[in-house]
């Protein structure tokens, strides 16, 4: 058993594989369980350990993967159940998940269980002079950003978004896996899974290296969009109020409560650049922003900005690009 | 079908200023509104009670001044509101404020359906659901954009998740968050204005209360704010020209063949 004090990372999975989050997170909590001089561990949870033993080779020190035939969906009382058990005899500093739905389904409710901190959504980490973990929290309406600590318990439970953290290589060398095989029975669940219908295609906008992006301004016209995003080879994305009206769909939502994005080129369209929006791009290489309102705070977060009625400028970019 | 609506009063994000030097929030002269998600909960409960019966509770946190905001739910349709007003709730973060509010939810008592929005649009964490239902050692269900109850006792949620939409039943009493935009949101029901404006609030302090002191507010909270900065921009070009849409598609073309994503 590793010794107390250790960074733990909660790898969510989908069925056999991790979501890129689980991966990111892992990656970046080496540096985060070296700058606090403890172990790293990474902790599993699945039907069976065949992914546990490729999560060996992101340099954790030590994998629990834990495994029950049962386990093969989430669910948030046994899983609650699960990680308690493990975390309160290891007694972590530190335990990391992916701002994923269900791994916030899982933070939220493990938090109050174990009576300590939780620090949700945050956008990078660092390690202060007192050895405490401080989580960069953006949005709070101005284009700032808060470093929360959670000094007097543990484990800190801090939830990342996805997108943030590159994805680590494998390395060579893997790491031991401690298994853990739990007695279960249908009792152990809270939930009645009653249908499931997986995602027909799914789309990463983590992954994109060009986006065309729209806001109110489009007035849902996305079909605009889509031929330009067609024309660059990009996907298309979209602020957080085009997702509410239903313009598009809601995983294509970047920003604080979407997805935080790299891509080498992203245009934004008819988005007035609020924060909690600008946070999803400003990783990006290159930034094009289109709005009719010359004082939009998005053109501070663009390389370049035009100022004018983004229909019929696309339309003739579209056209431009075409006949080339 | 008991229900309890938790709603939160937020700042109009554009509206607030950061005092970088006090590290700080100025909120003073800033407009408030109730969380947007937290609309489409509350319409979720008014549904549930149209279609199963039952009485609605909308639930706040926070100073006497909200007290307009509940007058707003009630006249869309909830049945009555509580405020938890004491200086003690102030500072809370996830934890004091879950506790606070399950507390609060057991002192008019309890529910079967507690519904939540699923953030808040002020650097919410989107976590106060979980915790209220692990408080009240309720089943819960969160990203909800759809609820029904098939039998008695038993809920039955449509979860939307990255991967796919999962539709689970647990068992009644049960902690929801319901998704920003799953619903449309009914319009203020103007003859209900006149009775909303005169109905009481009923108030309850820590002290009513009863909870444990030391779970409340700043003292209950293990989380801290230990600095606030400048959202760390990259250095950007900055050029922004004004153009006719011909002359802007052109100088657009252009630099997206230079970037190398359009085809030359």
Known sequence: ?324 | MRSVVCLKVVPRPEEVRVNLEAKTLERSGVRSVINPADLNALETALAIRDRYGGRVTVLSMGPPSFEPYLRVAIAVGADEAVLLSDRAFGGADTLATSYTLAQGIQAIGGADLVLCGDESSDGGTSQVPQGIAEWLDAAQATYVDRLEVPREGILRARRLLEDGTETLEVSLPAVVSVLGGANEVRFIDYDRWAMAEQASIRVIDAVELGADRASLGLPGSPTVVAGLREVRKPGRRHEVLTLEPGVAAARLAEELRRLGVART
């Open chain 1, 1 to 324: 058993m590793t010794a107390p004090g250790a960074v733990w990372v909660y790898a969510e999975r989908h069925g056999d594989s991790f979501p890129p989050v689980s991966l990111e997170i892992l990656g970046h909590a080496r540096s985060v369980a070296d700058a606090l001089g403890t172990k790293l561990v990474a902790l599993t949870v699945g039907a069976d350990g065949a992914p546990a033993r490729s999560l060996a080779r992101y340099g954790a020190d030590e994998v629990v993967t834990v495994e029950h035939p049962l386990l093969e969906r989430y669910d948030t009382k046994l899983f609650t159940d699960l990680l308690e058990s493990e975390l309160r005899p290891a007694d972590p500093s530190v335990l990391l998940l992916g701002a994923t739905r269900n791994g916030q389904d899982l933070a939220g409710r493990l938090a109050v269980r174990l009576r300590t901190g939780l620090t949700a959504h945050v956008t990078s980490l660092e390690v202060d002079r007192e050895k405490h973990l401080v989580g960069w929290v953006p949005g709070f309406g101005g284009g700032i950003e808060a470093g929360v600590v959670c000094p007097n318990r543990r484990p800190a439970i801090v939830t990342v978004r996805p997108g943030v953290f590159p994805t680590p290589e494998p390395r060579g060398s893997s790491t031991a896996v401690r298994v853990v095989r739990p007695t279960l029975d249908e009792t152990s669940f809270g939930s009645r899974r009653v249908a499931f219908e997986p995602k027909g295609f799914s789309v990463d906008l983590t992954r994109s290296e060009v986006l065309v992006v729209g806001g109110r301004g489009t007035d849902g016209d996305f079909g605009r969009l889509q031929r330009l995003a067609h024309c660059i080879g990009g996907e298309v994305g979209a602020t957080r109020v085009a997702t509410d009206s239903g313009w598009v769909e809601r995983e294509r939502m970047i920003g604080q409560t979407g997805v935080v994005t790299r891509p080498k080129v992203a245009v934004i369209l008819g988005a007035s650049g609020a924060v909690q929006f600008t946070v999803g791009i400003e990783k990006a290489g290159f930034v094009i922003a289109v709005n009719r309102d010359p004082d939009a705070p998005i053109f501070e977060a663009a390389d370049l900005g035009i100022v004018g009625d983004l229909g019929p400028i696309v339309d003739k970019l579209v056209e431009a690009l075409g006949e080339a």
